[in-house]
């Protein structure tokens, strides 16, 4: 899929929370001493005073301040998340507001689990490219659910990214194309008034993330008349390292091109901010001229595939926090009791 007009991201920024839990504290709660070791040390965790919303704003804050875009441009905000702290209520709007982007703008939340974020990137691209509104700003952002004990707990971080999309002219990278895969796959699911959310297990892998990731990725390629090798990046969602490793490989990725955008071993999977967590951190450091494959992944289940193209403007709208700035500063809690007080999971009543 291609836009009437070339468009690209004009600013981005991310957003990680400070805290940061041990998994072995989780394993000493739940596992056996025999168990094996969790595949993330540790994960992100909000602070009492944060949710979907504040890290939004920071996020949003940093991409605006990089693209030195009028906010009177802004025509659309879209927020991907499956955490929003109101059940009816859009996190949009608050958003909107606390950016001071309101009352002239689409504001809207998306959900479609982990792909949320990438979602709403589509919809950026769509609204600019069509030449409906001038910029569109995209975020992904969550923070973790998952059943204490269940498998989730061991991998689910908070945290994620925001992109603000404008015509290419003005743009950090372009978007040569993008594509989006859709099936019905009940991998992941979260009923109404249910505190947690479930997954079918067995699913996850095949037929969810590996059937969808790749054939995004492989119709994006033959879409753009690409290889593997013509990408001095490449970010996909990450659930775990090992489902990264191993798409990568089928599609012919090498690590050197992954490793930058594969922050999940440093604070577990943000959903719907993961794979836009691994885009800003390759943003981070790349170079103009370079191209970055992009490809999320969401249960129920779909993926987005993005071709993007470095330009010469990136440089100069680096500053601000970096994705590894936010990994760098982490501070963990006081073992598994704390981390369940700050998630709410302990429910007097």
């Not at 919303?53 to 906010?71: K, Y």
Request: charged share 25%.
């Amino acid at each position: 899929m291609r836009p009437n007009r070339e468009v690209g991201i004009a600013g981005y920024g991310a957003y990680v929370p400070r805290l940061r839990v041990r998994t072995a504290d989780i394993s000493n709660a739940w596992r056996s001493r025999s168990a094996a070791a969790p595949a993330v040390a540790e994960k992100s965790v909000p602070g009492p005073d944060e949710d979907v919303v504040t890290m939004a704003i920071e996020a949003a804050r940093t991409a605006l301040d990089r693209a030195g875009t009028d906010l009177d441009d802004i025509g659309a905000v879209w927020v991907g998340t499956e955490s929003k702290p109101y059940a009816v209520k859009p996190s949009a709007t608050i958003v909107a507001e606390a950016l001071g982007i309101t009352p002239n703008v689409v504001a809207a939340d998306m959900e479609f689990a982990c792909k949320a974020g990438s979602e709403a990137m589509q919809a950026a691209v769509a609204f600019v490219g069509s030449g409906m509104v001038e910029a569109a700003l995209a975020i992904g952002m969550d923070t973790a659910q998952s059943k204490p004990g269940d498998a989730l707990e061991y991998t689910a971080g908070c945290g994620g990214a925001a992109y603000l999309f404008c015509e290419a002219s003005k743009a950090i990278a372009v978007v040569e194309a993008s594509i989006s895969h859709v099936t019905d796959t009940p991998d992941f699911f979260r009923r109404e008034a249910a505190h947690y959310p479930e997954h079918g297990s067995r699913f996850t892998g095949e037929p969810s993330y590996f059937r969808h990731t790749l054939a995004a990725s492989r119709k994006l390629l033959a879409e753009v008349g690409l290889k593997a090798k013509d990408f001095a990046h490449a970010v996909f969602h990450q659930p775990v390292p090992k489902f990264v490793e191993k798409a990568a490989a089928e599609l012919g990725f090498t690590r050197e091109q992954y490793k930058t955008g594969l922050v999940a071993p440093r604070m577990g999977n943000a959903y719907a901010g993961s794979s836009l967590l691994g885009l800003a951190a390759v943003l981070d450091v790349a170079m103009p001229g370079e191209r970055i494959f992009f490809c999320s992944y969401g249960s129920g289940a779909g993926s987005d595939a993005f071709c993007f193209r470095v330009t010469e403007r990136i440089a100069e709208r680096r500053r601000g926090a970096t994705v590894l700035n936010y990994l760098d500063r982490r501070r963990v809690v006081d073992g598994y009791g704390q981390y369940l007080r700050l998630r709410g999971k302990i429910r007097r009543a």
